[in-house]
C-alpha cells in the first residue's frame, strides 16, 4: 500500500518536469530508498536544466516544496535531486 503512495510522489514530479522542458521525452525520474524516506532523482536534458533548475535556484525549489508537502501528507519525507544527464 505505501509503495503506490510513493509512487504517487515520483508520478508528481515527473509531471511537473515534463511541464517544464522543451524535451519530455528526456525526463528520468527515479526513486530510491524505503521506508519513511524517500529520495527521488530527476533528470532532463542538458538543455532543459536551466528552466527545472531556474534563477537561483527558485524553480527547483519550488518543486521542492511542492513534494515536501505532498511527502508529509503520506506520512514521509522526500528529498530531490537534480543530476546532470550522463
Request: charged share 30%; no cysteine; net charge positive.
Amino acid at each position: 500500500m505505501g509503495e503506490g503512495k510513493t509512487n504517487n510522489m515520483k508520478d508528481l514530479i515527473e509531471y511537473i518536469a515534463k511541464s517544464l522542458v522543451e524535451h519530455p521525452e528526456e525526463v528520468q525520474v527515479r526513486q530510491t530508498g524505503g521506508g519513511s524516506r524517500v529520495r527521488i532523482e530527476l533528470s532532463v536534458s542538458k538543455h532543459d536544466m536551466g528552466r527545472v533548475i531556474g534563477k537561483g535556484g527558485k524553480v527547483a525549489n519550488s518543486i521542492r516544496t511542492l513534494l515536501r508537502v505532498a511527502a508529509e501528507r503520506e506520512g514521509k519525507q522526500a528529498t530531490l535531486d537534480v543530476v546532470e544527464p550522463e
